[in-house]
């Protein structure tokens, strides 16, 4: 299955799964990623961490071991 770390920039990916469990599943969801949105991908660090995305109109970075644990379509 495809990851969130798997989009390339400026590109977009619907959420279909959440893999994390207990308190990071938790931090994930409350940051506002759940299953159904949409998600840009709009930067990525030269080393590849952090992620910046664009979430429900607001822009939000995440660590690639958290993308890891987001599969999108």
Known sequence: MKTLKD????????VVKLTGTGAIKR????MGITKGVTV?????APLGD?????VRGYEL???KEDAEMIEVE
């Open 7 to 14: 989009v390339r920039i400026g590109g977009t990916a619907k």
């Open 27 to 30: 931090r994930i969801m409350d």
């Open 40 to 44: 840009y991908v709009r930067k990525v």
């Open 50 to 54: 952090p992620i910046e995305l664009n």
């Open 61 to 63: 970075s995440i660590r």
